[in-house]
């Protein structure tokens, strides 16, 4: 657990003053956060965890400079320079983005954390699929995840459960089996959508173990970190508790801005219309990345992206900036 600790986090259950806050922690967000932090922007960035869809990827060989290269180990490196550049780090799921009557913006997490910012910077991408269930919001990001953490220290002696049946969940699975004491895939139906031949080397590693036609029914935990999920099969309806240290949550891929539909506008994808300079229509709110009407969905895309969008806030926030009129057209 350390890796996720081991982060700036901000504790306790009031209101946080910030100057600027990037939802999302992906390409566009990190990039975003460097390019403000080295303009002495005091900036916070809210996530779930880091890295987005380019942690995934076993190799990417299409980021200029860097060779061929993990996902993982690419978002890494530019973790590693925000968190040099002083950017600070909250996790947790976000639930709402609303403007204040005072000024700014106020950015509320499911975990009952509030920020105020002056300025708010949409760059979450494609958000992975959510089970929906008791106890998630809860613990997501404290013993639930929605990708795999690349450290096998993370899962050393641990008790993993990964929910899913397809390709991630497999890769998830076998990448934690390395270290980790026991994992559990759960599946909704004996059928798995994974590779056969995947599946075949899942049922030959002896600390995983498939346990199919289980419907996840709740999350539980001490208060801080996840304990427990309770299943339910989803032939006999009988409930059983499964004792877990952490959970991934590997069920696809969709496009969530519910938290932030009331502030923006959105086209037939559900993807935030932007103009060419990342402006959404309301004056210090900016939006980004893979969650955005731009066309091409590429990791060095949406960094440039992320660029662009902390040039505007900057300028935005320094005064340096043209006010959105009421005739602004996307």
Known sequence: MDLIFALPRISGFRMEEKELVIIGAGAAG???AIFTARRKIPTTVVSIEIGGQTAIPISISNYPGVGTISGSALMEKIREQAAKEGVEFVFGKVSGVGKRASGGFEVKLSNGLEIAAKAVILAFGKAPRTLGIEGEDAYMGNGIFTSVVHDPKFYEGRTVGVIGGGNSAFGTALECAESAEKVYIINRTEKFRGEETTLEKIRQTRNIELLTNRLPHAFSGDGKWLREITTKDAVTGEIAKIAIDMAFVNIGLETKNDFCASLVRVNEHKEIVIDANCR????????????????????????????????????FLKGDYARTSNDWTH
């Open 30 to 32: 990190l990039t975003a």
């Open 280 to 315: 959404t229509g309301v004056d210090g709110l900016f939006a980004c990345g893979d969650a955005t009407s731009i066309p091409y969905k590429q990791t060095v895309i949406s960094a440039g992206e992320g660029a662009k969008a902390a040039i505007e806030a900057y300028k």
